[in-house]
């Protein structure tokens, strides 16, 4: 394995200032999965890698049980008449 090879739980975040605002992009290492959110440019950078993390750890979870949460028990989704 090398040292480039991203480790299960490793994440790694992206800033970016759109206007007044931060962007931050959370990204699992393992998985590819990304998420972003926005935070004022004078929020803690700290607070907004939180921010990002959890909703990254929401994104996880929900990827790990599988569930659509747009399907009804049948499987037909909510546009099914």
């Known amino acids: ?3 480039n090879t ?3 739980g490793e994440v ?3 800033f970016q200032q759109v206007g007044q605002q931060i962007r931050v992009a959370a ?3 393992a ?14 950078q700290r607070d907004l ?3 990002a ?5 929401r994104r996880l979870q929900r990827e790990k049980s599988d569930v659509d949460p ?3 028990q049948d499987g037909r989704g909510f546009g099914t008449f």
Do not use: C, H, N, W
């Open 31 to 44: 998985t590819g999965i990304e998420v972003v959110v926005f935070g004022p440019q004078q929020a803690p």
């Open 53 to 57: 993390l959890r909703k990254l750890q």
């Open 70 to 72: 747009f399907r009804k």
């Open 6 to 8: 991203p480790r299960a």
């Open 1 to 3: 394995m090398s040292s």
């Open 12 to 14: 790694y975040f992206e």
């Open 49 to 51: 890698e939180q921010i």
């Open 27 to 29: 990204i699992d290492g």
